[in-house]
């Protein structure tokens, strides 16, 4: 499960407004990110062809077929793999590197670890 930046945009609406008519997603992606109907159009292509929207008549209403967060799982696993060679401590670490994280996000990752 492989989104590109344009589909992940379009996906986002999707989960936000569905279901959504192509034509609703398309004025919407015209205010949000300044894309015409044509590039809307063919992303929505795009992703009822890798099987990860639905499209129904009338009105060419669109339907996610896969989750947010079967979405956000393959693309961590895949930043992770890509970044820190498949480590979670690797990543886990560079978190904790980080000097803008907050004391309090510090404190949700430690509840976070306690209650797993």
Do not use: H, Q
């Not at 009105?59 to 077929?65: P, W």
């Not at 970044?83 to 004391?103: H, Y």
């Amino acid at each position: 499960m492989k989104l590109f930046d344009s589909e992940m945009k379009i996906m986002e609406l999707i989960w936000e407004l569905e279901p959504v008519s192509a034509k609703e997603l398309s004025v919407t992606a015209e205010k949000n990110i300044g894309w015409n109907k044509n590039t809307t159009y063919t992303v929505i292509k795009k992703l009822i062809g890798k099987g990860y929207v639905k499209r129904e008549e009338p009105d060419f209403v669109c339907t996610s077929l896969i989750s947010k967060d079967e979405v956000r799982k393959t693309e961590t696993k895949g930043l992770i793999e890509k970044l820190f060679g498949g480590s979670k401590k690797a990543l886990f670490s560079a978190l904790l590197e980080d000097r803008d994280m907050t004391d309090e996000e510090l404190e949700e990752l430690r509840e976070m670890i306690d209650k797993r």
